[in-house]
DNA sequence: CTTGAAGTCAACCGCACGGTTGACCAAGGA
DNA sequence: TCCTTGGTCAACCGTGCGGTTGACTTCAAG
């Protein structure tokens, strides 16, 4: 797991952690915080929390002994240029494909049906 | 790993199923085609098949023997929608704390401050 | 009916992950 | 100075994941 896409995917695909950067939306807040919803022991939530850090998603600062966590937008907007990026390109073909099939069906009435929204361009 | 979300990140975590997601947007393969760059065992992809497919991302239709691998997109929109939704907030957020921040500094700049609970507008 | 191609199923292996407990450190405040 | 608060480090444990190999199923073609 090298590469950042990986390690950004990879943090929110848990479920606290994905409801850890829902909390922070709401402001910085330190460790204990953030675990305090949790049911589990405080160095789990830490672990989640360098989870998060690494993958760029957060960054801590040092005040007194706390640490608050900040969320940093950047890595998230990398996810979504990716995804949007794949998802724009299959919609495209999508749209081709129903093309082709249109002018297949014009061409030969056996063709076998495909369920699919309208496209007409 | 129970809710849809989870399976989702949780799928593009991995840069040889992020690879195949890209190459799907060509158009549908087969899992052969699909397992051709790749140097390890057809069983090794098909078990990443498996894991898109049980994410959502990616369809299988019945064709003879063959089983084109077709992508999805809603997924995909699903995950776009939960990460801007909080990286919207996030950058909202830090907008108004900015503006809270410098007001702060005018009035009283030994200001003791309080992290998070700024918020209600 | 046999062969071959495309995939699946099942068992196994090494490793990373989420969780625990226990010890430890660092900075204030009494 | 001592103790509390906030957090980290380290070791350990069970489970799941990515990978392997080997046997099996299905369907089309000879």
Redesign the interface.
Known sequence: ?T?A??RA??A????TR?DM??R???????LS?LAEPYDVSLQAVSKHLKVLETAGLVTRSREAQ?R?VH?E?DV??L??K???R??D???A??QRLDAVLARLEDLDPDAPHDTHEGAAS
């Open positions: 797991m590469d896409l990986s995917f990879s929110l695909a848990d479920p994905r950067v829902a922070l939306t709401e402001g910085d807040q330190t915080e706390r608050p969320l937008a998230f907007d996810m979504t990716w995804i949007e794949y998802r390109r299959a919609e073909r999508y």
